[in-house]
């Protein structure tokens, strides 16, 4: 009788902690949602009435749009690269002996000890010194190079724990098949791993989609979505924030469930 309320009170601890947490997680970003369905222009409660206007809004906002686009791009090719760097150095860091591969790994992760805010203001220092130099102004390129600097060690380890699950004895029977190196990579080794590769992607498209303190520190005067809304919120709020808001968040839930459906599908294989 004992153990089964000891067992009890356990679940109970344990089914609480979970609701807690995701009503932590989830209540803000639910509220955010409901607010861009407001029909009046303040935050408020009770609601003026129910309305899709600030949506239209948002559509017809050429700076909203413009930062939307900017965002895609930025995202975009940062997560092109940092997926690439990330594959490479993932594949060299785990597969690989050589001399200095302790160093090599703690290098390549050493980004992720970074707080953003710094990491921003180191490289911003190291760009401001280079423009001098070479005459250019921090803009989208720069934040391109900052976001590639953060991302790709997320994207490294996110291909490392695919990699550490593949068996090198595939390759081995394609090399005693009679394929090259180049064949090896490209009709084994990248396809078993390309669901690791995939869900690096869209961890690294999110990661650069919603980044603030190094878009906001390299980006120089290009607005993209998480700046647009600071500086938006910065002189007072309206539902047109929450409804950006809403309009990234939703593709971005979409996103992690595709990455996570990918994962699911490589560690069956």
């Known amino acids: 009788m004992n153990h089964r309320l000891e067992s009890g009170f356990a679940n109970l601890i344990l089914y609480g902690s979970m609701a807690a947490v995701l009503i932590f997680f989830y209540v803000p970003i639910f509220t955010l949602i409901a607010f861009s369905f407001q029909e009046g222009r303040f935050l408020t409660l009770p609601f003026d009435g129910v309305s899709l206007k600030w949506y239209g809004d948002l559509f017809r906002s050429d700076p909203a749009l413009t930062a939307l686009w900017n965002s895609t791009y930025i995202a975009v090719v940062a997560m092109v690269f940092a997926t690439a760097i990330g594959t490479m150095a993932a594949i060299v860091g785990v597969r ?16 992720l000890a970074f707080p953003q805010l710094l990491l921003g203001i180191v490289l911003l220092l190291w760009f401001s010194v280079l423009g001098r130099w070479f005459g250019f102004n921090t803009g989208i390129v720069t934040a391109i190079i900052g976001h590639v600097v953060y991302i790709a060690p997320f994207a490294m380890v996110i291909v490392a724990v695919q990699v550490y699950n593949f068996d090198p004895v595939l390759e081995d029977a394609a ?20 669901p690791g590769i995939f869900s690096a992607a869209i961890f690294a498209f999110l990661l650069s989609w919603g980044n603030f303190y190094i878009t906001y520190s390299l ?22 924030y929450p409804a950006i808001a809403t309009v990234v968040f939703v593709p971005g839930i979409l ?15």
Request: aromatic share 14%; proline share 5%; charged share 20%.
């Open 96 to 111: 690989y002996r050589f001399k200095g591969k302790r160093a090599f790994q703690g290098l390549a992760g050493a980004p």
């Open 175 to 194: 090399r005693d098949c009679g394929a090259t190196t180049w064949e090896v990579y490209r009709y084994v080794t990248i396809p078993l791993l390309w």
């Open 219 to 240: 980006a120089g005067s290009t607005r993209t979505i998480p700046t647009f809304i600071f500086s938006g919120i910065a002189v007072g709020s309206s539902p047109l």
């Open 255 to 269: 996103l992690v469930i595709l990455a996570n459906r990918f994962r699911l599908r490589g560690n069956r294989q």
